[in-house]
């Protein structure tokens, strides 16, 4: 594909995928801290997907694995598990995060999950943690793991709650779009961090995709941190899409970007450490 044959949404993912290759080091440094954030909600997805022994499990946006070897466990060895990501990058760490947990059952296989290029009917359930939001066009995602689960098999999906519900989002997003001279956006814009949070969305899309028995599911998952700088640290290692807009600026106004960002997070600050609120929506469907 030319420059000049490159669509809005082609320049978008590519910047997502350079994005998540160079925040993959970062995501895989600080899994312990996002596995204990997520450790409830991934139980519920795994649940909610009738993850069990000896499926083929389709994991979407795996990122660096965690939710991977939770998958990979659950199957066991009569089973397997595909984790697709647009990031080659941060895929390498989800393969070898689960060949040095013992897991022999995860392939990794880099996709766009707006076009998956895997056969129809192949997975038993799939399942994707906070990654549909990213997507341009969520409704092609949904409908590409519809496409390639077994009639009967289910999908549950991840995504972060409203604006909102989820007030350190909001914090990351306005204040660095503020300090790179940007226009706010709209938080339901595709592509955000909240984009998929609008309530109501979350079923529509899945029962325009075909699937049935949809369902959501609000879950509250407040990150905990010892101090606000702590919670910081994750952030400038791994958040792409904050970093990215950032990324511009000399290295004074990116520090008075993160100063002004670590002010206002201080008020989740408490006497036990720093906790942020966070709300997630879990979906389920039939296929």
């Known amino acids: 594909m030319t420059l000049n044959t490159m669509t809005v949404g082609d320049a978008f993912k590519q910047d997502m995928r350079v994005q998540w290759d160079a925040a993959a080091a970062g995501w895989d440094r600080h899994g312990s801290e996002i596995r204990d954030w997520l450790r409830m909600p991934t139980d519920a997805m795994l649940e909610m997907a009738g993850i069990r022994e000896g499926q083929t499990v389709l994991d979407v946006a795996a990122g660096a694995g965690d ?3 939770d998958l ?3 199957v066991g060895v009569q ?6 990501d647009i990031s080659a990058g941060i895929l390498a760490y989800a393969l070898g995060n689960a060949i040095r947990a013992g897991h022999h059952n995860v392939r990794i296989h880099e996709a766009d999950a707006e076009d998956l290029n895997l056969g129809d009917a192949m997975f038993d359930a799939a399942v994707c943690r906070l990654g549909l939001m990213f997507l341009p066009d969520p409704l092609t995602g949904i409908s590409q793991v519809y496409r390639v689960l077994k009639p ?3 999908f549950c999906s991840i995504v972060f709650a409203g604006p909102d519900m989820n007030p350190c989002l909001r914090i990351l997003m306005s204040t660095a779009l ?3 001279g940007l226009p706010p956006r709209d938080p339901f814009q595709p592509g955000g961090l909240v984009s998929l949070g609008k309530p109501g969305l979350m079923d529509d899309l899945f029962q325009r995709a075909g699937f049935r028995a949809v369902a959501t599911t609000r879950m509250e998952a407040p990150f905990r941190m010892p101090t606000t700088e702590h919670y910081l640290a994750f952030i400038r290692e791994s958040a792409g899409p904050i970093l990215q807009i950032l990324a511009p600026l000399d290295d004074a106004a990116r520090t008075a970007a993160w100063a002004d960002i670590a002010a206002q997070l201080d008020v989740y600050q408490t006497d036990t450490g720093w906790i942020g609120p966070n709300a997630l929506l879990l979906t389920t469907g039939q296929r």
């Open 67 to 69: 939710q991977t070897l």
């Open 72 to 74: 990979a466990a659950r």
């Open 79 to 84: 089973g397997a598990v595909v984790a697709t």
């Open 152 to 154: 009967g098999a289910r």
């Open 178 to 180: 503020r300090h790179a």
